[in-house]
Every structure is written in C-alpha cells, then in structure tokens.
C-alpha cells in the first residue's frame, strides 16, 4: 500500500481537506505542518478575512469534522528542517501533497520517490506565489479564478501540471466565499489525482510557460479587489 504524508500549514481549510480526504477513506500516514510563517512588512488586512473565518467555519462544518484526531501530526518550524527531513526519513513515504507550505528543497524533494504533489489556489500557469485568485480579480481576469494540482519542482508553482479547473462562481458568490469554493474545487480535484496515482496512471503536462510571480496582497489593493468582485459578479 502506498504511503502517503501531507505537508502544509495548520488552518482551517487544511483541516477540510485533510479530513474531507479521511471521509472518503484516503489514508494518510500522517501531516507534518510548518509553524513559521512569512509576515510581509505592509498592512495586508483585515478586509473581508473575518467574514471568511465565521463563513469557513460554518460551510465546512456542514460537510465533515474539523479537528486532527484521525491521524498523527507533527509540527516543525520547516519542511526543510533536518529534523523534518528525519521524520519524513523515518515515516518511508512514497507520496506527499504539499497544501500551503513554503518553498520545499531538494533535499526535502528527494525523500519522496513518487514526487510532491501541490495544491495551488489559482491557475499556476499565469499566476505563482500567493493571493493567486485575488490577483486574478484585480487584473480583472476572471478567467483564470481556479485550482491547479501540479507536481512540485525546484521553484514555486512551476512544476508538470497533473489539474485545473475554475471555481464555479455564481451571482450570489461573495469575496469572503471564495476560499470556501477553492477549497471544495481542490478536494475534488485532489482526490481524481489520487485515484489516477493508485491506479498507476496518474500524467501532468508541463506548464506551457511561467507565470509571473505574486506576493502577499496589500490591505488596500483588497479592499479595491472586494469591490471589482461584487461589481463583475454582479453582471454574471
């Protein structure tokens, strides 16, 4: 039997996912979270985040259970750490999906035989790094507001592509929802990757370019992508 770890940080919508994958009897040998988070030097909010948190809580407590008693975790200040490297040594898995890490290593990399598979908030061939749908919205692109799943490589968000799709966004839809569809989209889109691994056909396809790189979003720059979004869902 393959053995699976998933690598990430501990929130809210990693809980979904790990369990929503429990739920539908994925096994994982175990989650190793990351406890060092970047802080970036401008204000990023809150604009629409404590809507998001209520409104996360909420949604996915409607559809599975949000604690971490299923399964072993392990939390280290880095995936790259050596004493995460030792753990992921000792665990002997064969596969990780990676879910809001950091950049992982070469060294981290190689201790998974069959590769690293990422879970990407946005559509990885136009937009890397982070708030990748966000920056969809302020460049008025809503085309392109989606999930990829793709192999991890040495650089962020350039690997093979195995999945995308768009969100599903409706005329009701709010910008503090967004998350809560991104994540569902990513579940599904997660666990078809899955099925594909076990059965041994699992392909990705490389990413016909590289997409520009995005940081963190700053505080005002939301507060005008909240407006865009309601404005342009409006005319859906």
């Not at 000792?90 to 990780?96: Q, S």
């Not at 998974?112 to 990885?124: E, K, M, S, Y």
């Amino acid at each position: 039997m393959k053995k699976i770890v998933l690598i990430g940080n501990d929130t809210l919508h990693r809980r979904f996912l790990i369990n929503s994958l429990l739920d539908n009897n994925y096994e994982l040998k175990g989650c190793i979270f990351e406890t060092k988070s970047v802080k970036p030097s401008f204000e990023v909010g809150p604009v629409f985040e404590e809507k998001e948190k209520i409104f996360l809580q909420e949604e996915f407590s409607k559809h599975t259970r949000l604690d971490l008693d299923r399964l072993n975790c392990w939390y280290y200040e880095s995936a790259n750490s050596e004493q995460c490297i030792n753990k992921i040594e000792e665990l002997n898995p064969d596969l990780c999906i990676v879910s809001g890490a950091g950049l992982i290593y070469e060294k981290t990399i190689q201790a998974f035989p069959d590769g690293l598979i990422n879970i990407h908030l946005g559509n990885a061939v136009e937009y890397r790094g982070l708030d990748t749908n966000l920056w969809a919205i302020y460049h008025n692109d809503f085309e392109n507001i989606g999930v990829t799943i793709h192999f991890v490589d040495n650089e962020l968000d350039t690997g093979d592509v195995i999945a995308y799709k768009k969100v599903n966004i409706s005329n009701n839809t709010k910008i503090h929802q967004l998350r809560f569809f991104e994540m569902h989209l990513a579940s599904k889109l997660l666990q078809t990757a899955l099925d594909d691994y076990f059965k041994g056909n699992l392909v990705a396809k490389k990413q016909e370019k590289k997409g520009r790189y995005y940081s963190f979003m700053p505080k005002d720059l939301k507060t005008l992508v909240a407006k865009k979004f309601d404005n342009r869902i409006k005319n859906i």
